[in-house]
């Protein structure tokens, strides 16, 4: 007996029918076929212009087993012709299975059928008629091994694909893994089984199947026209006659389907039971009213929509997946804890990060793939790439013993040969126990992120329905208990969900201060060594693995999703913000592992904070199904073509779209009715819909979709599209997409081989080099230093350049060396050793010098004794000296450093042959504090430090003789003494200058700050407040980049990296989005939070160049340099009405919305515009003395005047209006190329201008102030005011930084 039917059988309890009455079977008139066909689909539909709905929930149904027309073949069959094994035996087999029927939505198709192969009433049309078909070819008959092992890949990608014929052909063994067998009478109580299949194409595409299985009771006689081992099977006869032969055969249900819906799979199979026993024709009957049915039920997109449909009166919920890069999950994930504990559970998810080939076993085929997938949720945010067949039938046995990668599952009947395997992990289900072979060595996991784990996992319990459900009263309905039930499921589910992700975001945060996106590096062996070393063997192996490259490769894209997010959420305090010195690694002591108490705390709170992310779905039910097919073929009836049903969904969500307020739920029913809508050959009005998804959730649209759709469309239609706005966006947004999916060569960091340089270097080759090793990022900083190692010359000798390298290794050593012994007296984050003398005496005793970037410190007495020699700010002179030995009778070289503080002796420490190069080092260092200090920029301290270190190697590599530089040491160190030979950054900056920032700081080049603005927090009553930790500046780049800073530490706390040219302006709108509007024609809108765009508007054909908003932030106006405004509903992103269009405008650079009119700056004048018809009131122009046009560059307006920054033939000007008549009331003659920005501020205005000074102006006498601002080193590209007592100028890339003005300062 096998052992499928002996578990079947163990249940005394349960009857053979699943609990139904044992039904009578109707005469049938189909006839035995004697050639057996094999299911195979044409590259042509079989069935055309039947809706198709893209998304469906099932892809088909597929009926496998035997009945009349295949007969019944028992497999190797050698017994004695004459004796009939169904007289001797209660089970008889293995029998061979065949597809008996694929059903889909368009066709419904019997591949075994000798009458009819394919249904000509299914499905029905509108009208109730019959849709011509095409025969599809003659198909043979075996179920061989090969079609199975085509079905598996070497690449596995859970993405949606139309079904083949191939994966069709797969099923019989699939769905009968232990083989097929014949049941006697006698055996009354046959359980349904239901067990699920994953199957992975030849493309690497993965579809799902959910297998129900059973037996149906037929007549059996030996075919008399066949060869032995072959019977006919009639089914009819009642089968409590006498002298009648009957047994039970058996059956399959198969749904395939795109997404891993196993759970709503099983209710759907599972309302089924009561049909199984019916007759061939009526099975067929209900599993294409089935089929039919549900095909039209839409997966829902991801998000907090949930599709609610009746089928058999059972009441079934299609959940969406919770982010658009996770998969679905719709199986109970705390199944694997019910065998494993908590820590085999982790080393199994270890076994997965390692790649180590896997093989689990259960008694229960249906344990295997809903462990393995649980798995596949466990090990989030990495996939699984390989090989993965969760059942191995017994006819594939042998791919256990195939060499390679995989994860499998098979019965445990064969766990001792499983086990025999070399190089093999075994998972006993059952056992609840792990074997790995002894050559497989797996290192521990780290034991901080498994702590934190196994301490927070432990609340997961408390959502357990049953736990709950101990002091609650019982429900007083079904469907009371079902929404409980399901609520409280979903909580448990995501909780461990977040769980097991933040375990992974607690293992591998830390990379990301080892990964620069910028130049598409990681140094890997650098973040190896910063763990502690009882980790580093872990975290080394695991780096070597395919599944950590391509988790490398989302976060070198900067990739932002489920998991960016919540490792942002769950990052501890300290690493949260951006510091000074947090991008340059030198400044880093070499561990940087992070506290067990600050991951705890930070954990915990996050654990806390899954009430908060925890939505409840809102449910959105389908219509009923009426009627039947064959009612709806005889009557005529339009109710349940899928043609009307489309329609009658897209009638009722067009009415729930009307009153929703939830962009979330209003971006899934747009999703939704644009998919119905495309369905039924609506095409156009489909597209419209995914597109607006744009304005509400741009990470659900269906790019690649709707370009399919676009491109197979009838030429005609194609004309229509181009004529539709949607369609510009629809372009530009596939070529981002086909952008996104070409992976860039990745540069991943390794140690350089010296041996192996080319024999010179030239400065591309050396830029980069130096980059990907971290030494500098700037390339103007590099290129200083190509200077100082060639003197002169085009290429870099290599022994140079490695000698250069090793010194500057050499230094990083020593500091991190003596870190130790200094960090209970340094600042942490603020101060670091950057220079540590050799072993010298000074008037402290002997010991070390040691150079910060605040002061000088002396280390004695075997570094027990620490000293604070002077502050480099305190430093009067320093001098060089021989200093006279009595011991030796000697003079040794030494330096004396004199204090301008009164009353201190000056400090003489005898470096020796240090001497010189100490001098320099210092001189640089003290000169950066000295510019640091007269700039306010905080950040010219690291600059100054990075000096210092490539100084010191510099100096250190010259001692080679080789060295190219040897002899020009001094001429080298002139190259990099940046702030010791600078005179114009000493200069005093003037008492309005409260600080600087540098948004470009740690990239490889500078940008110009092309937009700012200033976003004041909101206090704990939900007023707006300059003093609340959430107030921020945002920086459009010049780069495509928006940095966030925080105001009251001005260090950056995020940036955002969508665009894909320069970030040109930025406008708040409410508390909840920023608006960024780029060169790339799209306007990103930013959430606050999260720093992430879901939403963009796609309109604008041109460079989008200003926005503007109205009083009440309800309507907001954009424009494009071609003259072209849009007017925006900023609650729903929808047009308020149609575009205006300027005419004859050269370029439309920027707009303001007041009193209800829109003032719009062109090049050659200012136009005053009625927004609601787009008529132009009024224009302000002007010529200068020649006749000549001013260029109009920026403008504001203020009081009862129009204050407009121009550039003239020689300089520049600043012309003022009467706001009313646009009569010019003076002209201001400024001395600079031109005026950029204007800000105003009580009663002065702030100029701007194109030499990065800023000019000031009394708006009550319209006349100059005599100071003028020395700001920066370019022109300055944007202003504006923060917490009403600052002004910010951001400037061009030559100088690429922020610069804080008060406003209020005193300019006598």
Same mark, same amino acid.
């Given at each position: 007996?096998?052992?499928?039917?002996?578990e079947?059988?163990a249940?005394?309890e349960?009857d053979s029918f699943?609990?139904y009455?044992?039904?009578?079977?109707?005469?049938?008139?189909r006839?035995c076929?004697?050639?057996?066909?094999?299911f195979k689909?044409?590259?042509?539909?079989?069935?055309v212009?039947?809706p198709k709905?893209?998304?469906?929930?099932?892809e088909?149904?597929?009926l496998?087993?035997?009945?009349?027309?295949?007969?019944l073949?028992?497999?190797d069959?050698?017994q004695d012709?004459?004796?009939?094994?169904?007289?001797?035996?209660?089970?008889?087999?293995?029998v061979?299975?065949?597809?008996?029927?694929?059903?889909?939505?368009?066709?419904?198709?019997?591949?075994?059928?000798?009458?009819?192969?394919?249904?000509?009433?299914y499905?029905?049309t509108?009208?109730?008629s019959i849709t011509?078909?095409?025969s599809?070819?003659?198909?043979r008959?075996t &179920?061989?091994?090969?079609?199975i092992?085509? +079905?598996i890949?070497?690449?596995?990608?859970?993405?949606?694909?139309?079904?083949?014929?191939e994966?069709?052909?797969?099923?019989p063994p699939?769905c009968?893994?232990?083989?097929?067998y014949?049941?006697?009478?006698s055996?009354? =109580?046959i359980q349904?089984?239901?067990?699920?299949?994953?199957?992975?194409?030849?493309?690497?595409?993965?579809?799902?199947a959910?297998?129900l299985?059973?037996?149906?009771p *037929?007549s059996? /006689? !030996?075919?008399?026209?066949?060869?032995?081992?072959?019977?006919?099977?009639? /089914?009819?006869?009642?089968?409590?006659?006498?002298?009648?032969t009957?047994r039970w055969?058996?059956?399959?249900?198969?749904?395939i389907?795109?997404a891993?819906y196993?759970?709503?799979?099983?209710?759907?199979l599972?309302?089924?039971?009561?049909?199984?026993q019916q007759?061939e024709?009526l099975l067929?009957k209900?599993?294409?009213?089935?089929?039919?049915?549900?095909?039209m039920?839409?997966?829902?997109p991801p998000?907090?929509?949930s599709?609610e449909?009746s089928?058999?009166?059972?009441?079934i919920?299609?959940?969406p997946?919770?982010?658009t890069?996770?998969p679905?999950?719709?199986?109970a994930?705390?199944?694997?804890?019910?065998?494993?504990?908590v820590?085999?559970t982790?080393r199994?998810?270890t076994?997965?990060?390692?790649?180590q080939?896997?093989?689990?076993?259960?008694s229960? *085929?249906a344990?295997?793939?809903?462990?393995?997938?649980c798995?596949?949720?466990?090990?989030?945010?990495f996939?699984?790439?390989?090989?993965?067949?969760?059942i191995?039938?017994t +006819?594939l046995l042998?791919?256990?013993?195939?060499?390679g990668?995989f994860?499998?599952g098979?019965?445990?009947?064969?766990?001792k040969s499983v086990?025999?395997?070399?190089?093999?992990?075994?998972?006993?289900?059952?056992?609840g126990?792990i074997?790995?072979c /002894?050559?497989v060595k797996?290192?521990?996991i780290?034991k901080q992120?498994?702590?934190?784990?196994?301490e927070?996992f432990?609340?997961?319990?408390?959502?357990?329905?049953?736990l709950?459900?101990?002091?609650?009263?019982?429900?007083?309905?079904?469907?009371?208990?079902n929404?409980?039930?399901?609520k409280m499921?979903?909580?448990?589910?995501?909780?461990?969900?977040?769980?097991?992700?933040?375990?992974?975001a607690n293992?591998? =945060?830390?990379?990301q201060?080892?990964?620069s996106?910028?130049i !598409?590096?990681?140094?890997?062996?650098d973040?190896v060594?910063?763990?502690?070393?009882?980790e580093?063997?872990f975290?080394?192996?695991?780096?070597?693995?395919?599944m950590f490259k391509?988790f490398?490769d989302?976060r070198?894209?900067?990739?932002?999703?489920?998991?960016?997010?919540l490792?942002?959420?769950t990052?501890?305090?300290?690493s949260?913000?951006?510091?000074?010195?947090?991008?340059?690694?030198?400044?880093?002591p070499?561990t940087r592992?992070?506290?067990?108490?600050?991951?705890r705390r930070?954990?915990?709170a996050?654990?806390d $904070?899954i009430?908060?992310?925890?939505?409840?779905h809102?449910?959105?039910t389908?219509p009923s199904?009426?009627?039947?097919?064959?009612?709806?073929?005889?009557?005529?009836?339009k109710?349940?073509?899928?043609?009307?049903?489309?329609?009658?969904c897209?009638?009722?969500?067009?009415?729930?779209l009307?009153n929703?307020?939830n962009t979330?739920?209003?971006a899934?029913y747009? *999703?939704?009715?644009?998919?119905?809508?495309?369905a039924?050959?609506?095409?156009?009005?489909?597209?419209?819909d995914?597109? $607006?998804?744009?304005?509400?959730?741009l990470?659900?649209?269906?790019?690649?979709? +709707?370009?399919?759709v676009?491109?197979d469309l009838p030429?005609?239609d194609?004309e229509v599209v181009?004529?539709?706005?949607?369609y510009?966006?629809?372009e530009?947004?596939s070529k981002?997409?086909?952008?996104?999916?070409m992976r !860039?060569?990745r540069?991943h960091?390794?140690?350089?081989?010296?041996?192996?340089?080319p024999e010179?270097?030239?400065?591309?080759d050396?830029i980069?080099?130096?980059?990907?090793m971290e030494?500098?990022?700037d390339?103007d900083?590099?290129?200083?230093l190509?200077?100082?190692?060639?003197?002169?010359?085009d290429?870099l000798l290599?022994d140079?350049?490695?000698s250069?390298v090793d010194?500057?290794?050499?230094?990083?050593?020593e500091?991190?060396?003596i870190y130790?012994?200094?960090?209970a007296?340094?600042?942490?984050g603020?101060?670091?050793?950057?220079k540590?003398?050799?072993?010298?005496? &000074?008037?402290?005793?002997?010991?070390?010098?040691?150079?910060?970037?605040k =002061?000088?410190?002396?280390?004695?007495?075997?570094n027990q004794?620490?000293?604070?020699?002077?502050?480099l700010?305190?430093?009067?002179?320093?001098e060089?000296?021989?200093h006279?030995?009595?011991?030796k009778?000697?003079y040794?070289?030494?330096?004396?450093?004199? &204090?301008n503080?009164?009353?201190d002796?000056?400090?003489?420490?005898?470096l020796? &042959?240090?001497?010189?190069s100490?001098q320099l080092?210092?001189t640089?260092m003290?000169?950066?504090?000295?510019?640091?200090?007269?700039?306010k920029d905080?950040?010219?301290i690291?600059e100054?430090a990075?000096?210092?270190?490539?100084?010191d190697?510099?100096?250190r590599?010259?001692?080679?003789?080789?060295?190219?530089?040897?002899?020009h040491?001094?001429?080298?160190?002139?190259?990099?003494s940046?702030?010791?030979h600078?005179?114009?950054?000493?200069?005093k900056?003037?008492?309005?200058?409260?600080h600087r920032?540098?948004p470009?700081?740690s990239?490889?080049?500078?940008?110009?700050?092309?937009?700012?603005?200033?976003?004041?927090g909101t206090?704990?009553d939900?007023?707006t407040?300059?003093?609340?930790?959430s107030?921020?500046l945002w920086?459009?780049?010049?780069?495509?980049?928006?940095?966030?800073?925080d105001?009251r530490?001005?260090m950056?706390?995020?940036e955002f990296?969508?665009?894909?040219?320069r970030?040109c302006?930025l406008m708040s709108?409410?508390t909840?989005?920023?608006?960024?509007?780029?060169f790339?024609t799209n306007?990103y809108?930013i959430?606050?939070?999260?720093?992430t765009?879901?939403k963009?508007?796609?309109d604008h054909?041109?460079f989008v160049?200003d926005?503007?908003v109205?009083?009440?932030?309800?309507?907001?106006?954009?424009?494009s340099?071609?003259?072209?405004?849009?007017?925006?509903?900023?609650i729903?992103?929808?047009?308020?009405?149609d575009?205006?269009?300027?005419p004859?405008?050269?370029?439309?650079?920027?707009?303001?919305?007041k009193?209800?009119?829109?003032?719009?700056?062109?090049?050659?004048?200012i136009?005053?515009?009625?927004?609601?018809?787009?008529d132009e009131?009024k224009?302000?122009?002007?010529?200068d003395e020649k006749k000549?046009p001013?260029?109009?560059d920026?403008?504001l307006t203020?009081?009862?005047?129009?204050?407009?920054?121009?550039?003239?033939?020689?300089n520049?000007?600043?012309?003022?209006?009467?706001?009313?008549?646009?009569e010019?009331?003076?002209?201001?003659?400024?001395?600079?190329?031109?005026?950029?920005k204007?800000?105003a501020?009580?009663?002065?205005i702030?100029?701007?201008s194109k030499?990065?000074?800023?000019?000031?102006f009394?708006?009550?006498?319209?006349?100059r102030?005599?100071k003028?601002?020395?700001?920066?080193?370019d022109a300055?590209?944007?202003?504006?005011?923060?917490a009403? /007592? *600052?002004?910010?100028?951001?400037s061009?890339?030559k100088?690429?930084?922020?610069? +804080?003005?008060?406003?209020d300062?005193d300019?006598?």
């Amino acid at each position: 007996m096998s052992r499928a039917n002996s578990e079947a059988s163990a249940s005394e309890e349960t009857d053979s029918f699943g609990g139904y009455p044992r039904p009578r079977f109707e005469e049938t008139t189909r006839r035995c076929s004697s050639s057996p066909r094999k299911f195979k689909m044409n590259s042509t539909p079989l069935v055309v212009s039947k809706p198709k709905l893209h998304n469906s929930l099932v892809e088909m149904c597929v009926l496998v087993g035997v009945d009349e027309d295949t007969g019944l073949k028992i497999k190797d069959f050698s017994q004695d012709p004459a004796m009939d094994p169904f007289e001797s035996l209660d089970e008889v087999g293995p029998v061979d299975t065949q597809v008996l029927a694929v059903i889909t939505p368009q066709s419904a198709y019997y591949p075994q059928s000798k009458d009819i192969q394919i249904d000509p009433r299914y499905p029905v049309t509108t009208s109730g008629s019959i849709t011509p078909t095409k025969s599809p070819k003659k198909l043979r008959r075996t &179920s061989s091994r090969h079609h199975i092992l085509r +079905m598996i890949s070497s690449n596995g990608q859970a993405i949606p694909q139309s079904i083949n014929h191939e994966m069709v052909n797969s099923l019989p063994p699939l769905c009968f893994p232990d083989e097929a067998y014949v049941i006697s009478q006698s055996k009354h =109580r046959i359980q349904e089984t239901i067990h699920t299949l994953v199957l992975t194409s030849m493309t690497g595409v993965r579809t799902y199947a959910t297998c129900l299985s059973f037996h149906v009771p *037929y007549s059996i /006689q !030996q075919s008399k026209s066949r060869e032995p081992g072959f019977y006919d099977l009639k /089914q009819g006869t009642d089968i409590y006659e006498k002298n009648v032969t009957t047994r039970w055969v058996p059956k399959c249900i198969c749904l395939i389907t795109q997404a891993p819906y196993f759970g709503v799979m099983k209710k759907i199979l599972s309302s089924l039971l009561p049909d199984l026993q019916q007759s061939e024709q009526l099975l067929l009957k209900s599993l294409k009213n089935m089929l039919y049915y549900v095909a039209m039920v839409p997966m829902p997109p991801p998000g907090n929509l949930s599709v609610e449909f009746s089928i058999n009166d059972v009441s079934i919920v299609v959940a969406p997946p919770d982010d658009t890069d996770k998969p679905v999950v719709d199986i109970a994930l705390h199944i694997p804890f019910l065998s494993f504990s908590v820590m085999d559970t982790l080393r199994i998810v270890t076994f997965i990060l390692m790649q180590q080939p896997i093989i689990f076993i259960a008694s229960n *085929y249906a344990l295997l793939t809903h462990v393995m997938e649980c798995f596949m949720v466990f090990i989030l945010p990495f996939k699984w790439p390989f090989t993965y067949v969760p059942i191995v039938s017994t +006819m594939l046995l042998d791919l256990l013993e195939a060499p390679g990668v995989f994860l499998m599952g098979c019965h445990s009947e064969h766990s001792k040969s499983v086990k025999e395997i070399k190089g093999m992990v075994v998972v006993d289900i059952d056992q609840g126990s792990i074997e790995a072979c /002894q050559s497989v060595k797996i290192p521990t996991i780290p034991k901080q992120a498994v702590s934190v784990f196994m301490e927070n996992f432990s609340s997961v319990r408390r959502y357990m329905v049953d736990l709950l459900m101990v002091g609650r009263p019982d429900p007083t309905s079904l469907e009371s208990a079902n929404c409980f039930t399901d609520k409280m499921h979903r909580k448990f589910q995501l909780e461990i969900q977040n769980h097991f992700l933040e375990f992974m975001a607690n293992l591998f =945060r830390d990379i990301q201060d080892f990964i620069s996106p910028e130049i !598409q590096c990681v140094k890997k062996e650098d973040f190896v060594m910063s763990r502690p070393e009882d980790e580093r063997y872990f975290y080394k192996k695991i780096m070597e693995q395919q599944m950590f490259k391509t988790f490398l490769d989302d976060r070198l894209d900067k990739k932002q999703d489920y998991y960016t997010r919540l490792e942002r959420r769950t990052r501890p305090q300290s690493s949260t913000n951006i510091g000074l010195f947090s991008d340059f690694p030198r400044y880093h002591p070499s561990t940087r592992v992070q506290s067990a108490m600050a991951m705890r705390r930070k954990s915990s709170a996050s654990t806390d $904070n899954i009430k908060q992310q925890f939505t409840p779905h809102t449910h959105l039910t389908l219509p009923s199904f009426d009627l039947s097919l064959d009612e709806a073929s005889v009557t005529g009836s339009k109710q349940l073509t899928a043609q009307v049903f489309f329609d009658k969904c897209v009638t009722e969500l067009t009415e729930v779209l009307s009153n929703v307020r939830n962009t979330s739920i209003k971006a899934s029913y747009l *999703y939704l009715r644009g998919m119905f809508h495309i369905a039924n050959s609506h095409f156009i009005t489909g597209l419209e819909d995914l597109c $607006n998804l744009n304005t509400v959730d741009l990470s659900i649209m269906p790019i690649n979709f +709707m370009a399919k759709v676009i491109a197979d469309l009838p030429q005609s239609d194609v004309e229509v599209v181009k004529r539709n706005p949607f369609y510009r966006s629809k372009e530009f947004l596939s070529k981002v997409e086909q952008k996104n999916c070409m992976r !860039q060569q990745r540069l991943h960091y390794k140690e350089f081989d010296m041996d192996n340089l080319p024999e010179k270097l030239d400065l591309e080759d050396f830029i980069k080099r130096i980059q990907i090793m971290e030494i500098a990022m700037d390339k103007d900083v590099i290129e200083r230093l190509f200077k100082a190692l060639t003197v002169g010359n085009d290429e870099l000798l290599s022994d140079t350049f490695s000698s250069f390298v090793d010194s500057w290794k050499d230094n990083g050593t020593e500091t991190d060396a003596i870190y130790p012994h200094l960090q209970a007296h340094l600042k942490e984050g603020e101060e670091y050793p950057i220079k540590v003398s050799g072993w010298i005496s &000074s008037g402290d005793g002997s010991g070390r010098l040691v150079l910060t970037q605040k =002061r000088l410190v002396f280390l004695g007495d075997g570094n027990q004794k620490f000293h604070d020699v002077i502050n480099l700010t305190d430093i009067k002179r320093m001098e060089k000296i021989e200093h006279f030995t009595s011991l030796k009778s000697l003079y040794v070289a030494a330096l004396r450093i004199h &204090s301008n503080k009164e009353g201190d002796k000056p400090y003489t420490v005898n470096l020796k &042959s240090e001497r010189n190069s100490w001098q320099l080092l210092i001189t640089e260092m003290w000169n950066g504090r000295i510019v640091s200090h007269a700039q306010k920029d905080d950040q010219v301290i690291t600059e100054a430090a990075l000096n210092v270190m490539l100084l010191d190697a510099v100096i250190r590599s010259s001692e080679s003789e080789n060295a190219s530089h040897a002899r020009h040491v001094e001429s080298a160190a002139g190259h990099l003494s940046q702030f010791t030979h600078s005179t114009t950054k000493k200069k005093k900056s003037p008492n309005a200058l409260k600080h600087r920032i540098n948004p470009s700081f740690s990239e490889p080049m500078k940008s110009t700050v092309e937009a700012m603005i200033y976003i004041p927090g909101t206090s704990s009553d939900g007023s707006t407040s300059d003093d609340s930790d959430s107030c921020k500046l945002w920086c459009g780049m010049a780069s495509g980049k928006v940095k966030i800073f925080d105001g009251r530490t001005w260090m950056q706390e995020a940036e955002f990296c969508d665009a894909k040219d320069r970030v040109c302006c930025l406008m708040s709108v409410g508390t909840g989005s920023v608006w960024a509007g780029s060169f790339d024609t799209n306007i990103y809108i930013i959430d606050v939070d999260t720093y992430t765009a879901n939403k963009k508007i796609c309109d604008h054909s041109d460079f989008v160049s200003d926005m503007t908003v109205t009083a009440n932030k309800t309507v907001a106006y954009t424009c494009s340099l071609d003259g072209e405004i849009m007017i925006w509903n900023t609650i729903t992103l929808e047009k308020v009405q149609d575009s205006i269009k300027l005419p004859e405008c050269r370029s439309l650079t920027s707009i303001k919305w007041k009193d209800g009119k829109l003032w719009c700056c062109t090049k050659e004048a200012i136009r005053v515009i009625d927004p609601s018809t787009g008529d132009e009131l009024k224009r302000a122009v002007y010529m200068d003395e020649k006749k000549f046009p001013v260029q109009f560059d920026c403008f504001l307006t203020y009081e009862d005047k129009l204050w407009v920054g121009c550039t003239g033939s020689n300089n520049g000007k600043l012309l003022i209006f009467n706001e009313e008549t646009l009569e010019v009331m003076d002209t201001l003659r400024v001395s600079c190329r031109g005026i950029s920005k204007l800000v105003a501020v009580e009663n002065r205005i702030w100029a701007g201008s194109k030499q990065g000074k800023i000019h000031l102006f009394n708006t009550k006498t319209c006349r100059r102030e005599e100071k003028v601002l020395e700001a920066h080193e370019d022109a300055i590209r944007s202003m504006c005011m923060a917490a009403n /007592q *600052y002004i910010l100028t951001g400037s061009g890339s030559k100088d690429g930084k922020v610069a +804080m003005w008060k406003a209020d300062f005193d300019n006598t």
